[in-house]
């Protein structure tokens, strides 16, 4: 089993769709969660970060998490063509970095 | 972007020649590290650095090298390159001072090996 599961996709949706996508994980220690978006042929770039359980919202963005089921979500609302990108989940236990997991990514198109 | 550059951001070598990847920072990050990015894989973590002249291995180390003589430098150097390590190569730094677990990436070196 890997350490972080995430669907691949790709994930085709209309316009002002609501997106979900989602990770697993089987590491407990994980205190970390992070989201990052990547545009082809570009680098991560980091979209929502949270410690811990509970929810963050940043506009259009939520991030949850659940650590009982060890399972993270992002929701997009209002999907828009802007948001077709790769979507990696990221996970860590902290110390510095050495112990950073990420997901495969999904690849997200929002159709107009 | 964190003030991450990557350097070059294109090569093409061929088998049993050695390539070296330039990551430079500007803000002074402690944290640097390199990883690879290849289809059904993710990014995986080749090696990174806490400090000048301290690294460490990561996950997929085998067959690189890395060097940190300054703190907004961190470079990767493929030994002998092979087919296998045709990737895309990300940089990517932990913000100092915050309490936080993120890392910021660079925009990424495609190395392909023939």
């Known amino acids: 089993q890997k350490e972080v599961e995430q669907d691949p996709g790709p994930l085709s949706v209309p316009e002002g769709a609501i997106v979900s996508l989602n990770c697993t994980y089987s590491?407990?220690?994980?205190?970390?969660f992070m989201w990052y978006r990547q545009y082809s042929r570009k680098g991560p770039e980091l979209l929502m970060y949270t410690y811990s359980s509970g929810n963050k919202e940043d506009g259009r963005f939520t991030a949850q998490v659940d650590k009982s089921s060890k399972y993270i979500s992002l929701f997009i609302r209002d999907s828009q063509p802007s948001d077709s990108a790769t979507y990696l989940c990221?996970?860590?236990?902290?110390?510095?970095?050495?112990?950073?997991?990420f997901g495969p990514g999904t690849r997200l198109s929002v159709l107009p | 972007d964190a003030g991450i550059t990557q350097s070059p951001r294109h090569k093409v070598t061929e088998t049993g020649t050695p390539v070296t990847l330039r990551c430079h920072q500007t803000e002074n990050h402690r944290y640097m590290y390199w990883y690879r990015q290849d289809p059904g894989h993710g990014l995986r973590l080749i090696h990174y650095?806490?400090?000048?002249?301290?690294?460490d291995k990561g996950e997929v180390s085998d067959g690189y090298s890395v060097s940190r003589s300054k703190t907004e430098d961190f470079l990767l150097t493929l030994e002998s390159a092979t087919s296998s390590q045709t990737s895309v190569y990300f940089c990517?730094?932990?913000?100092?001072?915050?309490?936080?677990?993120?890392?910021?990436f660079g925009p990424g070196t495609r190395l392909t090996v023939l």
């Open positions: 990221a996970m860590s236990a902290g110390n510095y970095g050495q112990n950073f997991v």
């Open positions: 590491n407990s220690a994980f205190q970390y």
């Open positions: 650095s806490y400090g000048v002249k301290d690294t």
């Open positions: 990517a730094i932990r913000p100092s001072g915050e309490s936080t677990d993120t890392q910021y």
